[in-house]
């Protein structure tokens, strides 16, 4: 069964680095959805894209995010400088799209930690 | 923002047992879908329900949808150690062309052998 593929699962890095997250999502899925999860509550969604396009991306703080999905196909998300506050897990999500998209099928996610 | 609030945040219950979770959101919806999540893993979705049925049935599992009182419950029948996980509400607004998941608080529910 085909299912979403994210690295790194884990990551450790120091505040003011770099970090970046790869999702190779479900082929032939045109939407995919990076989400953030806090410890002890439930997905907020970061960024939505459809096909290469960004349709949603109001709660994604650009000031130190970025998302890119430049084919269409695989996405990498990208945080720098990293905060303390950003330790949390990282999720991405495809799923069809299109009108009425569904369910949406998640990878194991990335979980950072940042000290 | 979380659009939906699970209730309870935790449940424990025996192995053998029906485990009941709710679920209330505050906005029209499209439909509502319900996840689980084991420990540090990723979401598994389970079912989906339109914002026109009212209860819908997937193996051991029963969901319920009233719109009116803008709610849902997930119940789970028989429960064996294996559901020991969170399980997530998760709704699609009604934003016709940009749909998106909006997930509630969760409900961590722990079964004991």
């Known amino acids: 069964e085909a299912e979403v593929a994210q690295s790194p699962r884990y990551k450790i890095t120091e505040k003011s680095q770099a970090v970046a997250f790869w999702c190779d999502p479900i082929?032939?899925?045109?939407?995919l959805y990076w989400y953030r999860q806090i410890l002890g509550q439930g997905p907020e969604l970061l960024v939505q894209?459809?096909?290469?396009?960004?349709?949603?991306d109001s709660q994604l703080p650009k000031d130190r995010f970025s998302a890119e999905r430049l084919k269409g196909v695989d996405s990498t998300l990208k945080i720098q400088p990293a905060e303390l506050g950003d330790s949390a897990m990282y999720l991405c999500?495809?799923?069809?799209?299109?009108?009425?998209?569904?369910?949406?099928?998640f990878g194991p996610g990335t979980r950072l930690t940042v000290t | 923002s979380q659009q939906g609030e699970e209730d309870p945040q935790a449940l424990s219950i025996q192995e053998g047992e029906n485990a009941t979770m709710n679920c209330s959101y505050k906005?029209?919806?499209?439909?509502l879908q319900w996840y689980r999540q084991n420990s540090g893993r990723g979401l598994v979705h389970l079912i989906l329900?339109?914002?026109?049925?009212r209860e819908k049935h997937s193996g051991r599992l029963r969901v319920t949808l009233d719109t009116s009182k803008k709610s849902s419950s997930l119940l789970i029948t028989a429960s064996r150690a294996a559901d020991t996980a969170s399980y997530f509400c998760?709704?699609?607004?009604?934003?016709?062309?940009?749909?998106?998941?909006?997930f509630g608080t969760g409900t961590r529910l722990t079964i004991i052998p």
């Open positions: 999500a495809s799923s069809y799209g299109g009108y009425d998209p569904g369910e949406q099928y």
């Open positions: 082929s032939g899925h045109a939407t």
């Open positions: 894209f459809q096909d290469e396009s960004v349709v949603d």
């Open positions: 906005t029209s919806i499209n439909n």
């Open positions: 329900i339109r914002s026109n049925e």
């Open positions: 998760a709704t699609d607004a009604l934003n016709f062309g940009n749909e998106k998941l909006t």
